[in-house]
Each structure stands twice: as structure tokens, then as C-alpha cells.
T-cell receptor, first 113, second 114 residues
Framework: SQQGEEDPQALSIQEGENATMNCSYKTSINNLQWYRQNSGRGLVHLIL?????REKHSGRLRVTLDTSKKSSSLLITASRAADTASYFC?????????????FGGGTRVLVKP | DAGVIQSPRHEVTEMGQEVTLRCKPISGHNSLFWYRQTMMRGLELLIYFNNNVPIDDSGMPEDRFSAKMPNASFSTLKIQPSEPRDSAVYFC????????????FGSGTQLSVL
């Protein structure tokens, strides 16, 4: 079963615009991570935000986390055609036996030049 | 660092045949995950290991699926017998617990069961 659910499922924007996608989850977490997947490739880690953090930045990426609402958002600013990919949130659950990383359904982002 | 290495990259087999997928995690990583990705079900966690021990295999769809990790540098995912609905991309990923917690993925095995 999927822990995180992304919204929207697909997003089409023009180069230079911002892209925002959201992730909701169900159980308590240690951290939440965002990954990117280009077509036909494995996922690549983008950014991690811990449960005691509210916002984090990395280059053109901005991630927020609201643990009271069990939701996170990923903002990509000044998008480029090379940002075209699928983006996934992943929740790292809070278990002593070894944390399980569960992915959502992903958001497909198309950046048109 | 060679990254997570999966083999084969592509596998085409006939229904009923045994399929074995292989994974070599990044040296020093002590957690290993097997995922399956399809258009219909997205990215599903099948099983994960910590220090070579299976921790949670609740995602393994049926008894036809089995996974082993005989040592820290090798894991297999076996499907016997395979069925057309097993067609998917299978990813292996590894990380070091207690580190920065990010997961490193292999390139995946594209499995087609005819």
C-alpha cells in the first residue's frame, strides 16, 4: 500500500514558471523525502526534510512539511525543460526495527520550452 | 563508487519460467530495498533488509516471490513460476542507516513475462 499520495498526478507548465506538487501521508514519520525519476531510469534523491523541520531549501527546490496536516509540498522555481520528470514523495516511517521508505504515486511534470 | 548494480537490465521470459533478479548494493550500505513499478500500481515496496536480515516482506505479492540476502554485497529476488502480471520494472535500492537516510536506486530490471 502507498503511504504518500501526490497531487496533482500530472502538471504541464512553461519554462520559467514555478511547479508545485503536494504529498499527503497517513502515519507518523521520521522524515519525508522527495525523489525524481526520468523516463526509463531509477529514482534520484532530491531533498529530505525531518519531522521537526517545517521548510527546507536546496537550489531551486523548496520543501515544506506540516506534520499536523500530514502533508508536504515541493516547489520547483524557474523551471527548465530539463526538469521534465516524475516526482515522488517518500515517507520514512518511525519504527525501531528499521525504517521503511514508502513512495507515493508520483506527479508527472512536463516543462515546455 | 559504482552505485547500485542490478542485473539483468532486461529480461523476457515465458509464463511458468523461473526468474532471478540480482542486486549489488553500494559498499558500506546496510539497508536494501526491492521495489516493483507499474503504471497501474506505481512504486510498491516488496521487501527490505537491514544488515542482511529481512525486516518486512508484507509487500511480497505471493509465495511465488522470494528474496534473499546471503551477504552484505548481494541480494536476489526470485519469481517461480512467473506470470504475465509480474511484468514490471523491478528496482533495488540501498542506503546506510544512521547516515543521511537517502536511498540510492539501481537502474532497474525491466521484466516481461509472455
Amino acid at each position: 500500500s502507498q503511504q504518500g499520495e501526490e497531487d496533482p498526478q500530472a502538471l504541464s507548465i512553461q519554462e520559467g514558471e514555478n511547479a508545485t506538487m503536494n504529498c499527503s501521508y497517513k502515519t507518523s514519520i521520521n522524515n519525508l523525502q522527495w525523489y525524481r525519476q526520468n523516463s526509463g531510469r531509477g529514482l534520484v534523491h532530491l531533498i529530505l526534510i525531518r519531522s521537526n523541520e517545517r521548510e527546507k531549501h536546496s537550489g531551486r527546490l523548496r520543501v515544506t512539511l506540516d506534520t499536523s496536516k500530514k502533508s508536504s509540498s515541493l516547489l520547483i522555481t524557474a523551471s527548465r525543460a530539463a526538469d521534465t520528470a516524475s516526482y515522488f514523495c517518500a515517507t520514512d516511517d518511525n519504527k525501531a526495527a528499521g525504517n521503511k521508505l514508502t513512495f507515493g504515486g508520483g506527479t508527472r511534470v512536463l516543462v515546455k520550452p | 563508487d559504482a552505485g547500485v548494480i542490478q542485473s539483468p537490465r532486461h529480461e523476457v521470459t515465458e509464463m511458468g519460467q523461473e526468474v532471478t533478479l540480482r542486486c549489488k548494493p553500494i559498499s558500506g550500505h546496510n539497508s536494501l530495498f526491492w521495489y516493483r513499478q507499474t503504471m497501474m500500481r506505481g512504486l510498491e515496496l516488496l521487501i527490505y533488509f537491514n544488515n542482511n536480515v529481512p525486516i518486512d516482506d508484507s509487500g511480497m505479492p505471493e509465495d511465488r516471490f522470494s528474496a534473499k540476502m546471503p551477504n552484505a554485497s548481494f541480494s536476489t529476488l526470485k519469481i517461480q513460476p512467473s506470470e504475465p502480471r509480474d511484468s514490471a520494472v523491478y528496482f533495488c535500492a540501498s542506503r546506510k542507516t544512521g547516515g543521511d537516510e537517502k536511498l540510492f536506486f539501481g537502474s532497474g530490471t525491466q521484466l516481461s513475462v509472455l
